[in-house]
Every structure is written in structure tokens, then in C-alpha cells.
């Protein structure tokens, strides 16, 4: 979708302003960490992909998502879900009261504080073959299609319509713009060199070039 | 709910309606049997203490002085990184690029906040922050600019936009100057910032002005 997150080349944003490395925390308030962990121990329970957890937070009216702080983000993307998936009813979320317990089923795969350090140290690999072989490689010119999905979609707005060289084949990986729909499929992703003159025209820096990750899909040739 | 999460609010102001929502929210699913909140603990504590860009800055100092693990970290550095003990969740395809004298590299993340947990940590703000993902692909030398980075017209930018989940790390450039140093003693030249591109990395110079 053309959201408020599809962020590249957008102008009136402002200085960076980056805190001083040594200084910053990891954290900068209490909610947030309660934020952050509430989110990747409700992740585990396995209702919903990665997917569908960043397009969740793209949903949100782009006036919200650009107003929010990065962990209000995350915690409107968890609110939806949670209600989206049944996990929780809207008149729960609004009371702050269960009125019923979750099913026996769901309540034996929580999260436990002792299963952490293991399942953040294997993480969940990307891979996922496909039959069909790859229709490009290193080398080949190609062009992002220019393509307007209303659902989520990894191919930003900057390289549509733009060419660039296939630089390599990353094999055929979870396909994000129908995992987002819960339909989980492999299909091939490359990563394409586009200079920056092609993206940006008269207004390109000099002497550089944009690396992006993109999936077949996504791709004609140029 | 545990209860070390709020002891900072200073006493005279009330909790804002976002600290109230997300203790709700906690205890909500506490009450419905979704959430053991020691996970939650267990969570916050890995990223605030064990997992952060000191990994990172040992997998780069090994790279300077074992030519045969950085040929290894530039082919495949998934396997090289795991070698040092460094795996898992967003970090399961990681991909390293060099910075060269002619070469300078920049990572970013336009769409969300992608970043290679196992060896830099948690993002910091301004990585996630819209003004560096609107800008870091369109004036990458401006914004290097503004991280005090210049760069000579010759240096050709590369920027690494992470729409997928292959997870960028740059390897800076080792400082002059430091032939003689042990993998220790450059590991601390190694900041996150030098990881992800924004900066070089320390020189000897800067280390012994502000030890």
C-alpha cells in the first residue's frame, strides 16, 4: 500500500538529530520495553507472521503513523491484531477486562521467560523454496514494475518504474505481499543495483548507487 | 505485571494516558493467559544487556586481523558471524559489505526499521526515525554530512535498502595506525554507528583523547 511508511525520498522530514552513540539507551521509557515484549512473546504465540505484523502498523491513517513515536507504532499494530485475531474482543481492549480466559490450547503455547535466550538465538529462517527456476540473473537489467498493491508489499514507491542490474540471487525466500494475506509461498528475491541518477534524476547525489532487496514479482525485464 | 517497570515517574506527575494503555494492555493479557510477563522480563533483558553492537564490533575486529575469516564474512556471513556465537532472529541472512578507499557504504531500512539484531542490537531512534529513511536513499552524502562524515566526490555511496530480510552489516575500514593493535584493542575502535555506515570507525587518536 502507498502508506506513510513507504518513507524514501520524502522531503520535509527535518534533521536527523541522532543522539550521541555513547549516550543512548536501549530504551527510553519503561512502556516502551513493556511495549517491545509484549509484542515478540504475543508473536510467539504464532496467530500471525512478520508480515503481517509491519502491515498492520502500515494500516494505521498516515497522519497517525508519521505522528507516532516508532514504539506507539508497534503497540497500534499489536492492538489490531490482537482484536483482528480474536485473541482479544474490542470491548476488552476498550475495558481492560477479560471476560473470558483464552482457549486451554492457545494458553500452553505462552511464552516462558526461561524459553527466550534459545528461541531468540535460533530465529526463524526466510528460505522457502519454489519450483519454478529464477528468471534472472546477475547482470540482467531490469526494471521494478510499477505496481500500486492496496495490501502490503516490500517494493517501495522510489524504484517503480526504475531499472536497475540484477547484483545477485538471494534463492527464493517467504514471498511478503501474500504471507501478509497468511498465504505463505516461496519465490525468488535478488538484489538490484539502481544508480542514483535513474531514481533521482537531476537531483541525485553524484557517484552513488541504491541497493534494494526485491522478489520476481516485483520485477520485468529492462 | 512485574513490578520494576514504573519506578521512574517522578511522583508528582500522573502516569500519561500511553503508560496507563500499555499497562492495561499487560495486565489484560496477563488476565487471559496470553502472556507470562517473566518472558517479557526475559525479553527486555536480553536486548538491554546481552545481545548489542559489541557483538558486532568483534566479528569486525576479527575480520582486520584474519584474512581468512573476512574472505569467509564478505562470502557468507551468516556462517562467519555464527562462528562467533552470533545467531537468530534477524539475523538468519546477513550480508556484509566492505567499505574500500573507494568504496563507502550505508545501511538503511526505507519501509520499517529492519537492522541485524545478533550483532548491533536494537536500533537507535534515529535509524528508525522518518527523516533518516526518507533521506538516506535520495542524499545519502547530506546525510552522512550531518553525521560529521565527509566524503570525497571520487567515493562512490552505496546504500543498502533492507526490504527484505537479508540483514546488511559494513565492515569499516581498519585505522591507520593501528598495525600493531590486538583484536581487543580494535574491537573498541568499532562503533554501531561505523556498523551501519553513518561513520568510520574510531581512530587511535579519538580513543586516547577520550579515555
Known amino acids: 500500500m502507498n502508506g506513510a511508511h513507504d518513507l524514501g525520498g520524502m522531503h520535509g522530514l527535518g534533521r536527523i538529530n541522532a543522539e550521541p552513540e555513547s549516550k543512548e539507551p536501549v530504551f527510553h521509557a519503561d512502556w516502551e520495553k513493556r511495549v517491545f515484549g509484549l509484542v515478540r512473546a504475543v508473536g510467539a504465540l504464532g496467530r500471525w507472521n512478520s508480515d503481517m505484523t509491519r502491515h498492520a502498523r502500515e494500516r494505521q491513517h498516515p497522519a497517525d503513523y508519521l505522528r507516532h513515536t516508532y514504539y506507539e507504532n508497534w503497540l497500534a499494530g499489536l492492538e489490531k491484531l490482537l482484536v483482528e485475531s480474536g485473541l482479544v474482543t474490542a470491548e476488552e481492549l476498550a475495558s481492560g477486562k477479560a471476560s473470558q480466559l483464552a482457549d486451554e490450547a492457545l494458553r500452553k503455547r505462552v511464552l516462558q521467560g526461561k524459553e527466550v535466550a534459545a528461541i531468540e538465538a535460533r530465529g526463524s529462517s526466510a528460505a522457502m523454496p519454489t519450483d519454478t527456476p529464477p528468471r ?10 510499477n505496481r500500486h498493491p492496496t495490501g502490503h508489499t516490500r517494493e517501495p514507491r522510489y524504484v517503480r518504474g526504475r531499472a536497475g542490474v540484477i547484483q545477485k540471487h538471494h534463492g527464493a525466500h517467504v514471498f511478503p505481499d501474500l504471507s501478509a494475506q497468511g498465504v505463505r509461498v516461496g519465490r525468488h528475491l535478488y538484489c538490484v543495483r539502481f544508480e542514483a541518477s535513474e531514481l533521482w534524476g537531476e537531483n541525485a547525489n553524484g557517484n552513488s548507487a541504491v541497493y534494494v532487496d526485491l522478489w520476481e514479482e516485483y520485477l520485468e525485464p529492462a | 505485571m512485574s513490578e520494576h517497570h514504573h519506578h521512574h515517574h517522578d511522583h508528582t506527575e500522573p502516569p500519561s494516558d500511553l503508560v496507563l494503555r500499555v499497562k492495561a494492555l499487560e495486565s489484560l493479557l496477563v488476565e487471559k493467559g496470553l502472556v507470562d510477563p517473566t518472558a517479557i522480563d526475559q525479553l527486555i533483558d536480553t536486548y538491554e544487556t546481552k545481545i548489542g553492537p559489541r557483538n558486532g564490533a568483534r566479528v569486525i575486529a576479527r575480520a582486520w586481523v584474519d584474512p581468512d575469516f573476512k574472505s ?12 562467533l556465537g552470533y545467531t537468530g532472529r534477524q539475523g538468519e541472512h546477513m550480508k556484509v559489505v566492505e567499505n574500500t578507499p573507494q ?10 526499521s529492519c537492522y541485524p539484531w545478533p550483532v548491533l542490537g536494537l536500533p537507535p ?21 550531518e553525521f560529521g562524515t565527509e566524503l570525497a566526490d571520487a567515493v562512490e555511496i552505496r546504500v543498502w535498502d533492507s526490504t527484505s530480510e537479508v540483514r546488511y552489516l559494513v565492515l569499516p575500514e581498519r585505522p591507520a595506525g593501528t598495525e600493531d593493535w590486538s583484536e581487543e584493542q580494535l574491537a573498541q575502535l568499532v562503533t554501531r554507528n561505523s556498523m551501519i555506515g553513518v561513520e568510520r570507525a574510531k581512530s587511535p587518536q579519538e580513543v586516547a583523547k577520550a579515555s
Not at chain 1, 136 to 145: E, I, K, N
Not at chain 2, 72 to 83: G, N
Not at chain 2, 127 to 135: D, G, I, Q, T, V
Open chain 2, 72 to 83: 569467509w564474512l564478505l562470502r557468507d556471513a551468516t556462517a562467519a558471524i555464527a562462528s
Open chain 1, 136 to 145: 534472472f540473473r546477475p547482470g540482467d537489467r531490469v526494471r521494478a514494475r
Open chain 2, 125 to 145: 531512534v534515529w535509524y528508525k526515525s522518518a527523516p533518516y529513511r526518507a533521506r538516506a536513499v535520495a542524499d545519502p552524502r547530506g546525510v552522512l554530512k
Open chain 2, 103 to 112: 568504496v563507502h557504504n550505508l545501511v538503511v531500512c526505507t519501509l520499517c
